[in-house]
């Protein structure tokens, strides 16, 4: 009976986190997604110091300390959603080139809210830390769209739930 309790009180103490979830639009209104209501535009100086200016996501919203992002990339590589089981073939093999020491995750080809996407999840060393990323793409207006949930390992405890609910509510409007 104090397990059924203590697993009671859990769910609604996660339920309460998640409360604080509300549905956001990214590029003007393509792809809906459930994101933290505190989080909000990365400030330009975390963002010139977290991306490189070659490899800057579209958007990018996080909570004040920079710690917790949400990033959308749309890309200009062209793909089409037949395209997407291929490409995730090529991607795989670059991400698993690019980071030889990450601790992989997931890495497969799912069907979420309607759309196909490509999920990454994995945790990478950083400079000072290491990162736990979930990276989904897909096709939208026929381009690579790359959307990032990231958190440091430390945080993680707290975020990685929320952040994998956040992943969950990806959705394509139709086009």
């Known amino acids: 009976?104090?397990?059924?309790?203590?697993?009671?009180?859990?769910?609604?103490?996660?339920?309460?986190?998640?409360?604080?979830?509300?549905?956001r639009d990214a590029l003007n209104g393509r792809v809906s997604i459930l994101?933290?209501?505190n989080f909000g535009p990365m400030p330009a100086r975390l963002l010139e110091l977290k991306y490189p200016s070659s490899r800057r996501?579209?958007?990018?919203?996080?909570?004040?300390?920079?710690?917790?992002?949400l990033?959308?990339?749309?890309?200009?590589?062209?793909?089409q959603p037949h395209e997407l089981k291929e490409a995730h073939v090529v991607l795989s093999q670059s991400f698993h080139n690019l980071y030889p020491s990450a601790e992989w995750i997931r890495d497969e080809v799912i069907e979420q809210n309607g759309s196909v996407f490509i999920v990454f999840e994995m945790i990478t060393p950083a400079i000072d830390t290491k990162i736990h990323n979930i990276m989904y793409a897909t096709s939208?207006?026929?381009r690579m769209l790359m959307?990032?949930?990231?958190?440091?390992t430390d945080y993680s405890k707290k975020w990685l739930p929320t952040g994998k609910a956040i992943m969950s509510s990806l959705r394509v409007k139709p086009q």
């Open 1 to 23: 009976m104090r397990l059924l309790v203590l697993c009671f009180a859990l769910w609604c103490s996660s339920l309460s986190f998640a409360a604080g979830l509300v549905h």
């Open 35 to 37: 994101a933290p209501e």
């Open 57 to 69: 996501p579209t958007e990018v919203l996080s909570d004040d300390t920079g710690r917790v992002t």
């Open 71 to 79: 990033a959308f990339n749309h890309t200009n590589n062209a793909l």
């Open 140 to 142: 939208v207006s026929g």
């Open 147 to 152: 959307v990032a949930f990231n958190t440091t």
